[in-house]
């Protein structure tokens, strides 16, 4: 039978027994596609995935994600095969950091001490001292000794955050998350006038405007832990829509709804199309076939492991 005609739990079988046979683990993010989630051996935010590729002792990993969570794991295995289901799964926010102009900024300011949100890509990471993610970002700024001025990169909406947050000046680079900037902050607040007694929790990527409105600001582990703690039975979650099913999983009494996206927003939905350009599909196809595979050169993962490490330490 073609793989093309397998019904969705024939490919999740396939998945689970290739898995097996391979000796390969599958780290998901909370993004991803239920049907994904459901045969990973892990799901998680950015850190913990990192956690997770530093720690495993499998030949094989699967990152179901995006382009710069495979890379992260390629660096910190580089004997190890990775694999991602779709090499087109990247991120805007890694886009919108080129490494000539990142380069340019840099030489501007050779005093300061260059902290890079681990969205960019592997080429990024080799030109800064350290890495963070939103679940520590708050601590990793921290760390920095006080008389060192800072270049913070590539998001401007969690560099803002973190300015507020630890009174540190940074030099923001200019780049966004397409889906975290899509929030309508006029929706919000009517969905909000007809469910008042909802708490609002926000991912630290959207607008600065939404954080304001905000109960509660944090990565998506952060906010699934939230949603699970917290008294409240009501909540409005502006992040991508796919950490729903995780979250309703955990708590299924709970009400739960997607913060409302602006009108000229793609699908109107919140969805990252980076992430959901993995399907079950190509999931089975890249096990199988031991392909699309992250590649990078010696020197890149040699340096760019540098400033991984420097966060994991501090994590
Ligand atoms: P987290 O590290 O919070 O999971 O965020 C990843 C991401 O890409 C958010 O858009
Ligand atoms: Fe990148 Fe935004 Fe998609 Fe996260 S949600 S992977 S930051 S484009």
């Given at each position: 039978?073609?793989?093309?005609?397998?019904?969705?739990?024939?490919?999740?079988?396939?998945?689970?027994?290739?898995?097996?046979?391979?000796?390969?683990?599958?780290?998901?993010?909370?993004?991803?596609?239920?049907?994904?989630?459901?045969?990973?051996?892990?799901?998680?935010?950015?850190?913990?995935?990192?956690?997770?590729?530093?720690?495993?002792?499998?030949?094989?990993?699967?990152?179901?994600?995006?382009?710069?969570m495979a890379e992260t794991a390629k660096i910190l295995n580089p004997s190890k095969?990775?694999?991602?289901?779709?090499?087109?799964?990247?991120?805007?926010?890694?886009?919108?950091?080129?490494?000539?102009?990142?380069?340019?900024?840099?030489?501007?300011?050779?005093?300061?001490?260059?902290?890079?949100?681990?969205?960019?890509?592997?080429?990024?990471?080799?030109?800064?001292?350290?890495?963070?993610?939103?679940?520590?970002?708050?601590?990793?700024?921290?760390?920095?000794?006080?008389?060192?001025?800072?270049?913070?990169?590539?998001?401007?909406?969690?560099?803002?955050?973190?300015?507020?947050?630890?009174?540190?000046?940074?030099?923001?680079?200019?780049?966004?998350?397409?889906?975290?900037?899509?929030?309508?902050?006029?929706?919000?607040?009517?969905?909000?006038?007809?469910?008042?007694?909802?708490?609002?929790?926000?991912?630290?990527?959207?607008?600065?405007?939404?954080?304001?409105?905000?109960?509660?600001?944090?990565?998506?582990?952060?906010?699934?832990?939230?949603?699970k703690q917290s008294p409240n039975h009501t909540f409005i979650v502006a992040t991508?829509?796919?950490?729903?099913?995780?979250?309703?999983?955990?708590?299924?009494?709970?009400?739960?709804?997607?913060?409302?996206?602006?009108?000229?927003?793609?699908?109107?939905?919140?969805?990252?199309?980076?992430?959901?350009?993995?399907?079950?599909?190509?999931?089975?196809?890249?096990?199988?076939?031991?392909?699309?595979?992250?590649?990078?050169?010696?020197?890149?993962?040699?340096?760019?492991?540098?400033?991984?490490?420097?966060?994991?330490?501090?994590?």
């Amino acid at each position: 039978m073609s793989i093309t005609t397998l019904q969705k739990s024939d490919l999740q079988e396939q998945v689970i027994r290739l898995k097996k046979e391979k000796n390969a683990v599958i780290l998901a993010h909370y993004y991803q596609e239920p049907e994904i989630q459901e045969v990973a051996d892990f799901i998680g935010d950015s850190l913990e995935l990192a956690k997770k590729a530093a720690q495993t002792t499998a030949d094989i990993i699967v990152f179901a994600g995006v382009h710069f969570m495979a890379e992260t794991a390629k660096i910190l295995n580089p004997s190890k095969k990775v694999l991602l289901p779709d090499l087109k799964a990247g991120c805007s926010l890694a886009e919108s950091c080129p490494p000539e102009a990142f380069r340019e900024l840099k030489q501007k300011y050779p005093d300061h001490v260059v902290v890079t949100y681990i969205n960019c890509s592997a080429e990024i990471k080799t030109l800064s001292d350290i890495v963070c993610t939103s679940s520590n970002a708050e601590r990793i700024i921290n760390a920095i000794p006080p008389d060192k001025p800072i270049i913070f990169a590539p998001d401007k909406n969690l560099g803002k955050y973190l300015i507020e947050k630890t009174g540190r000046k940074m030099l923001l680079w200019d780049g966004a998350c397409i889906v975290h900037e899509a929030f309508s902050l006029d929706k919000l607040l009517e969905l909000y006038k007809a469910h008042p007694q909802a708490k609002i929790i926000a991912h630290p990527e959207s607008e600065a405007h939404i954080l304001k409105v905000a109960n509660y600001v944090g990565s998506t582990s952060g906010m699934l832990n939230y949603v699970k703690q917290s008294p409240n039975h009501t909540f409005i979650v502006a992040t991508e829509a796919g950490i729903l099913h995780q979250m309703q999983k955990d708590v299924p009494e709970k009400i739960l709804i997607p913060a409302p996206a602006k009108e000229d927003n793609t699908c109107a939905c919140s969805e990252c199309a980076f992430m959901k350009m993995n399907t079950l599909q190509k999931l089975y196809n890249c096990l199988e076939k031991e392909d699309p595979e992250i590649t990078l050169s010696e020197d890149i993962m040699h340096k760019a492991l540098i400033p991984i490490e420097r966060m994991l330490q501090l994590s």
